[in-house]
């Protein structure tokens, strides 16, 4: 007994956290391409293709050392495992959803935005003619047709915005503090003060309740407020207290074609502000993993660096039809950036305008957590994604979905990780109804899951 005791306790994995992506990801490496530190270069985020569902061939991308360990057999050892695997997570995602939750609590963040409360209206991008107002054309726009790209410079200094968050450093052997400052781009999208740009731009300084600055082209600096975000999509709205701003056109990403010639303007590396680069788009519909977040991109060619996330992609038109999110990083390659599709970011902006949060999000009511193959071989489970707790009364209870069971399957989506998984429910809408399979003592059961609405969506933690 004393021996298989010792066993267990030399088996039993020390947390069930996700693995590292440098393992989990057989990809390109890339990162985001700002925020950035200053005089540093350990401000980039690495981000990666997913390929094979997210995991390498050949390697379970765990640490070495089962090999010569002879696994538990039977129906019973599997059971019991999977009972102290949701035990343990239990036990972590309680202590630490407690935190949250209090926290969350005592600032009044589980408040419901009111069915009767007044939309809130503001006007959208700038004017391209006062006759015919913020129109989006429905033509497709050449490569060859358009603005002089001096003009169109031009007219995005007084659009786009430096955003810096300074960040404190304690001082060592009696040197004096410091502040490293985090630096990124965005754009003005209303003329009272509304701003887009990406989410981890501004993540650390809200996180953090430090102050988030945007500068703007005549030298002006304001102090902005995180009005909501979409981490999902890494995007961020934010808004500065002052008035009569120039904001951007918004342009039809939708019309967007491979070959078109386009223009990213933002502030890289924090210090060269400004700065135009260009070229064209290289191709739709990239997904790519950015901070953990699978997001549907477009690529293109033009030259985009620390410092230039959050900032504006204009087509030929002056037109902004993207926001810059990410980079391929490789000693070999160059000229690869990414881009957030516009209508995506401004549906998002929008609903936050005028409902507070993001409204029709799917809400599934568990605390996931991801089961790699290795850990899947050795205990024998499956590779999936590990259902540690369910919300009481949420659309997950309703469908008879259990703690320990792991989702493989939402209606024809593989699920491999908590990533897949979040990609996944993107598809649906509150209210939606689709079909859920879990793994459950060795076997495969299908459920039958209607979703409810995340009243959450976008909202900061309020102060």
């Given amino acids: 007994m004393a021996k298989n005791d010792d066993y267990n306790r030399r088996n039993t994995p020390e947390s069930w956290s996700e693995p590292s992506y440098s393992q989990e990801y057989d990809t390109a490496y890339m990162y985001s391409p700002g925020i950035i530190k200053t005089a540093q270069n350990n401000g980039h985020r ?3 293709f997913n390929n094979n569902n997210g995991h390498r061939n050949g390697s379970n991308g765990y ?3 089962h090999s010569g360990t002879q696994k538990p057999k039977g129906r019973f050892g599997r059971f019991m495992r999977a009972a102290c695997l949701v035990l343990v997570c239990a036990l972590a995602s309680a202590a630490a959803s407690y935190g949250v939750f209090e926290y969350r609590l005592l600032n009044g963040d589980f408040e419901q935005p009111g069915s009767s409360a007044s939309i809130n209206v503001v006007e959208i991008g700038g004017n391209r003619d006062p006759d015919i107002g913020n129109l989006i054309p429905p033509t497709i726009i050449s490569p060859s047709e358009g603005m002089p790209s001096e003009e169109i410079y031009k007219m995005a200094l007084s659009q786009v915005v430096g955003i ?3 960040v404190p450093s304690a001082g060592f052997f009696g040197q004096a503090d410091t502040t490293t400052p985090l630096s990124g781009s965005g754009f003005i999208i209303s003329s009272d003060g509304y701003i887009l740009t990406n989410y981890h731009v501004v ?4 996180l953090n309740n430090l102050p988030i600055i945007v500068s ?15 981490s999902l999509n890494d995007v961020a709205l934010i808004k500065i207290e002052t008035k009569d701003l120039s904001p951007a056109l918004i342009g039809n990403s939708d019309n967007i074609r491979v070959g078109q010639r386009i223009y990213a303007i933002g502030n890289p590396f924090g210090e060269l502000t400004y700065t135009m680069t260009d070229g064209i788009v290289s191709a739709l519909d990239r997904i790519v993993t950015v901070d953990r977040n699978i997001i549907n991109t477009f690529q293109l060619s033009a030259a985009v660096n620390s410092g230039n996330s959050g900032g504006p992609v204009y087509n030929a038109h002056g037109e902004v039809i993207g926001i810059v999110t990410a980079k391929m990083m490789r000693s070999t390659v160059e000229g690869i950036g990414f881009a957030i599709p516009i209508n995506d970011a401004i549906k998002i902006a929008t609903e936050l305008i005028e ?6 999000r799917a809400f599934f009511g568990i605390t996931p957590q991801t089961i790699g193959p290795g850990h899947a071989d050795f205990y024998d489970l499956v590779a999936g994604v590990l259902v540690v707790n369910v919300f009481e009364g949420a659309a997950a209870e309703k469908a008879g979905i259990l703690p320990g069971d792991i989702i493989i399957k939402i209606d024809d989506s593989e699920i491999t990780t908590t990533e897949t998984l979040r990609f996944a429910l993107r598809r649906f809408s509150a209210g939606d109804t689709t079909t859920v399979d ?3 003592e060795g076997q495969t059961i299908e459920l039958t899951i209607t979703f409810d609405e995340d009243l959450q969506a976008g909202q900061p933690n309020r102060q």
């Fill in 216 to 230: 703007l082209h005549e030298g002006e600096e304001f102090e902005a407020t995180v009005i909501g975000f979409d």
């Fill in 203 to 206: 993540e650390i300084g809200h």
């Fill in 355 to 360: 409902h507070g949060y993001i409204s029709g």
């Fill in 46 to 48: 690495n981000v990666y």
């Fill in 63 to 65: 640490r070495n050392g």
């Fill in 164 to 166: 810096r968050t300074d």
């Fill in 438 to 440: 879990v793994w459950r």
